[in-house]
């Protein structure tokens, strides 16, 4: 089993990535593989509405995004950390969701998902319930944990002195651990998926 964690701080080691390394360590110490990427020092477009991912596969604009993306599809679960800018997420992983989900939503149904922020003060509700939208179109599973799913933090390391955060970080990696090995342990198949109804309120 895999886990990608997704970090769109564009500070490859800051407060983000020490959340998630938080998380991994004990996934890892679970038996399951873990992978950080980060996302947020990259040049990720936003989605141009082209519509052409849906005859090709994948994301049709070559900017690193297609390689991230397919990797993130194949784990067995993900967690996506970002940083609070303007109590919401940073726009380059915004971007990543946006192309991310449109192509790659039939695969993700029924994985184990967390989102974790980093933020100086506050926007860490508003902040995580902008990734949960991406997961629950998506049908994921929410991991759950303790508290609101945030560390505080401003400068480099700072975040490892909120106590809680950091067992708020810990959780999400103890209970998406037990959520994989109940999926591997289980025979049960996955709920059917009706076809999409599209339903347009402009007649």
């Given at each position: 089993m895999k886990v990608i964690a997704i970090n769109g701080s564009p500070r490859k080691d800051g407060n983000t990535y020490l959340a998630l390394k938080t998380a991994c360590d004990i996934?890892?110490?679970?038996?399951?593989?873990?992978e950080i990427v980060n996302v947020g020092a990259l040049n990720i477009t936003g989605?141009?509405?082209c519509g052409a991912c849906a005859n090709a596969g994948k994301c049709?604009?070559?900017?690193?995004?297609?390689?991230?993306?397919?990797k993130a599809a194949a784990a067995d679960g993900i967690i996506v950390g970002t940083p609070v800018y303007y109590a919401g997420v940073n726009g380059t992983l915004k971007s990543f969701l946006d192309r991310f989900f449109y192509v790659h939503s039939s695969k993700m149904r029924f994985k184990p998902a967390a989102a974790l922020t980093a933020l100086r003060r506050s926007g860490v509700t508003h902040t995580y319930q902008t990734i949960y939208n991406f997961?629950?179109?998506?049908e994921?599973?929410?991991t759950p944990t303790?508290?609101?799913p945030g560390v505080h933090g401003r400068l480099k390391g700072e975040a490892e002195q909120d106590l809680e955060g950091m067992q708020v970080a810990r959780g999400i990696g103890r209970n998406m651990a037990y959520l994989l090995k109940l999926q591997a342990a289980s025979n049960i198949p996955v709920p059917e998926k009706e076809p999409k109804e599209m339903f347009n309120y402009i007649r």
């Open positions: 996934l890892n110490a679970e038996g399951i593989e873990t989605c141009k509405a049709v604009i070559n900017d690193g995004f297609n390689e991230i993306a397919e997961f629950t179109i998506a994921m599973l929410i303790s508290y609101w």
